[in-house]
């Protein structure tokens, strides 16, 4: 390796580099916030990765993108894309759930590219970069936080025979197999500098093989913005990645993204604005609005939103073609709430819900289960309030901690933490798994609970008959509804957890 003592290679070479989804179980999401198999299909868009390739696409390097989950590659499938590439520096994107398996891959790409750099990254080895080098064998470092610029520098470097000791944003391995941390390299300030990442998309995936049940079918998942000031416990973006300051691409920039998607994806029907929180700035979301209206935007766009926008903000959005808000309401307890740092209360809610009603919006609720301070009471009143509020869509699901974060490190510290491995955070198929008990809940009812409130939500006559005239009136919501019942309903009926 040239950079391990800072031994230049005779004259420069043009570096290949390879940004890797890696394999794990079929269909599973790992580039989103909680990364598992869902219940719903969904499949995220590798977005870091593309983000990274197009900056280096941009800078004049030799670049792959390859997605192993959305093209159903095997590792040894992998193995003879990436001896085919030659790639001189590969940089793979890691989760959780998932991170004993991408050792083992880390370890078989250095098998068989020994002269190649391996870089990790992920929230999960930004919060335990020591313990995932020791882990993943194959890996040279860890990229500590987002990864574009990072990247970018070591590529530079690897091109001249430079030495990356001295490369902000790494952890390092080096030859007495020690980790070497250096500096943490600042959050990006000018996103607008960065390539759009649709057209990296264009390049490398097909968008027909992602999924959102909450977007129109096929759709594209770009973003605005990046980094969340609100104090959520257990969020992990914000903590981990983008950070809890919010940094924002202009109004013209989005626009102009956005409209290039119109343009060259005919067949995309919808966007997912895959924000921490879309609707941080209420002025913002007007004006942002009000362009694509103006610019002629056909896309119907769905967005993560906090509660909190009042009817004028959410109207104006709904005429510059968003259709759903993903909204995170998660318990109807105002205790836990507090307890969560949410910072809203259920008769905000509820006021939301009106407003978001009466402009034309629709609602994906999301409800948590295993909260601190969490009871059987708390549970039914968490449920009552998903009945009140009755979104277009729901779900229900164990309250989900990653190292790192400030919820993990409360129930680490509380004795709460059942997992006794990272694999554990997904169930044998990849679902969504329970980590966490409370004083009084097992984990298992926790997880019990989750499956009676999800067919309390979705077998109602009421909403069945709902969904079946949205359905007809509407073709893109019969392919969203049909598409994302399909795989739903195949797990209605059976326990998320097995005795």
């Known amino acids: 390796m040239p950079w391990k003592d800072g031994q230049p290679r005779k004259g420069y070479f043009e ?20 990364p598992a198999v869902t219940k719903s299909g969904t499949l995220y868009y590798p977005m870091w990765l593309c983000y990274g390739a197009g900056l280096l696409e941009r800078e004049g390097h030799d670049v792959q993108v390859f997605d192993a989950p959305a093209r159903d590659w095997d590792l040894e499938r992998v193995e003879e894309e990436v001896k085919r590439v030659e790639a001189d520096l590969i940089v793979m994107e890691t989760s959780t759930p998932s991170i004993d398996e991408d050792a083992l891959v880390a370890s078989r790409l250095k098998d068989a590219l020994p002269q190649s750099t391996l870089l990790l990254f992920g929230t999960h080895v930004t919060a335990l970069p020591a313990e995932s080098l020791e882990k993943a064998k194959g890996a040279d470092a860890v990229v500590v936080g987002e990864m574009e610029m990072t990247v970018k ?187 969560i740092k949410k910072g809203i209360r259920p008769e905000d809610m509820e006021r939301f819900m009106r407003d978001a009603r009466r402009a034309g919006l629709l609602v994906h609720g999301c409800f948590m289960a ?20 009755n979104p277009d869509t729901a779900q229900f699901f164990p309250v989900m901690v990653y190292p790192g974060t400030e919820a993990y490190t409360w129930y680490e510290e509380e004795g709460l933490l059942v997992a006794k491995r990272f694999r554990d955070w997904v169930t044998q198929e990849g679902l969504h798994n329970c980590v966490v008990r409370t004083e009084g809940l097992s984990a298992k009812e926790i997880v019990d609970f989750c499956d009676y409130a999800r067919r309390r939500f979705y077998l109602r006559p009421r909403y069945l008959l709902y969904k079946g005239i949205q359905s007809l009136r509407d073709r893109d919501e019969w392919k969203r ?15 998320s957890l097995k005795e």
């Not at 601190?372 to 449920?383: K, V």
Request: hydrophobic content about 40%; glycine content about 6%; charged content about 30%.
């Open 153 to 339: 520098e070591v590529a530079e470097k690897l091109e001249k025979g430079l030495s990356l000791l001295d490369t902000s944003g790494l952890v390092l391995r080096t030859e007495d197999e020690r980790p070497y941390r250096v500096k943490a390299r600042p959050l990006i300030e000018d996103l607008d500098a960065l390539p759009f990442v649709s057209e990296v998309y264009e390049r490398y995936l097909r968008i027909e093989d992602y999924f959102n049940p909450n977007a129109l079918y096929p759709m594209v998942t770009i973003i605005s913005s990046r980094g969340c000031p609100n104090r959520c416990t257990y969020c992990v973006y914000p903590q981990l990645y983008t950070g809890r300051r919010l940094r924002l691409r202009s109004v013209d920039n989005v626009v102009a993204e956005v409209m290039r998607i119109q343009e060259r994806f005919p067949q995309a029907r919808g966007l997912f604005f895959e924000d921490d929180t879309f609707t941080m700035e209420r002025d913002r979301c007007i004006r942002l609005s009000k362009a694509f209206k103006e610019a002629g935007l056909r896309l119907r766009w769905t967005v993560n939103a906090r509660v909190g926008l009042d009817y004028e903000a959410l109207r104006a959005m709904k005429e510059g073609g968003c259709r759903l808000l993903c909204v995170g309401f998660e318990s109807g307890d105002a205790k836990i709430l507090k307890a």
């Open 15 to 34: 570096v290949k580099v390879l940004f890797l989804n890696p394999p794990f179980l079929p269909r599973f999401s790992r580039p989103q916030r909680s």
């Open 370 to 389: 295993g909260l601190p301070g969490e009871t059987r009471e708390t549970l039914e009143r968490t449920l009552a309030l998903a009945m009140r509020l």
């Open 481 to 495: 509804n049909a598409k994302a019942a399909r795989t739903l309903f195949h797990y209605l009926f059976r326990a």
